[in-house]
């Protein structure tokens, strides 16, 4: 069976240190990947997805990064941390337009 | 492009009460349709889907929705709401001609009173 896997599960980090989220997914090949960031009160807004490796497109101009080295590894970076990069980060995967998540990060910066 | 929209950021019903989440979409042809349900701090599971064929579709926990293709809707509903089913819930699509991005609504809290 497929799994998804996300850490850290809570972050709390500086304004303008790095950040680095993680996200791998089992039992798949090749699978679409996405990152989410839910911010307090409002829905999920897509920030990047990726057919394959090294092919990222990005949704939300932003200072946030993100990159596929490997077929089921997806991470989302950022060089300097802002205020406004608080919330709920989601990572996921899709089979036949099915979203199937991970448990989510939650960043507060400060 | 597409999009979604759901109406109403928190709904509350009475424990027994129907439950009745809106969403409409926009897309030039119709596309596959989702509902999620989130729980606090936690990632979205999905409740069902509609992708072809009979329109009204039956999810887990008694809920089903039913896409109206002459008013791009697709409303979530459940007879009779269960203090369990307090959540989040968003409404989803993704485009039939895009090869991935399943766009998601804004959500919508809903609350049960006992």
């Known amino acids: 069976s497929q799994t998804i896997h996300q850490w850290p599960a809570t972050l709390v980090q500086p304004v303008g240190s790095p950040l680095s989220l993680e996200c791998t997914v089992e039992?798949?090949?090749?699978?679409?990947l996405y990152w989410y960031r839910q911010a307090a009160g409002r829905g999920l807004q897509l920030l990047f997805y990726?057919?394959?490796?090294?092919?990222i497109s990005s949704e939300v101009p932003q200072n946030l990064s993100a990159s596929r080295p490997q077929d089921r590894q997806f991470i989302l970076s950022s060089k300097k941390l802002l205020l406004s990069d608080s919330g709920f980060y989601l990572c996921?995967?899709?089979?036949?337009?099915?979203?199937?998540f991970g448990q989510g990060t939650r960043l507060t910066v400060v | 492009a597409q999009s979604v929209t759901q109406l109403g950021s928190h709904v509350s019903v009475s424990e027994g009460a129907l439950v009745l989440l809106r969403c409409n979409y926009s897309?030039?042809?119709?596309?596959?349709l989702f509902w999620y349900v989130q729980y606090p701090n936690q990632g979205l599971q999905l409740l069902l889907k509609?992708?072809?064929?009979?329109?009204l579709v039956k999810g887990i926990n008694g809920f089903e929705a039913e896409f109206k293709k002459s008013e791009t809707s697709f409303h979530l509903t459940k007879p009779s709401a269960h203090m369990s089913d307090a959540a989040e819930y968003f409404c989803?699509?993704?485009?039939?001609?895009?090869?991935?991005?399943?766009?998601f609504g804004s959500g919508t809290r809903l609350s049960i009173r006992p």
């Open positions: 996921a995967w899709t089979r036949d337009r099915e979203a199937f």
């Open positions: 039992g798949t090949s090749n699978p679409n």
């Open positions: 990726s057919v394959g490796i090294g092919q």
């Open positions: 897309s030039s042809v119709p596309p596959y």
């Open positions: 509609y992708t072809t064929g009979a329109t």
């Open positions: 989803a699509v993704s485009e039939r001609s895009s090869a991935s991005k399943i766009i």
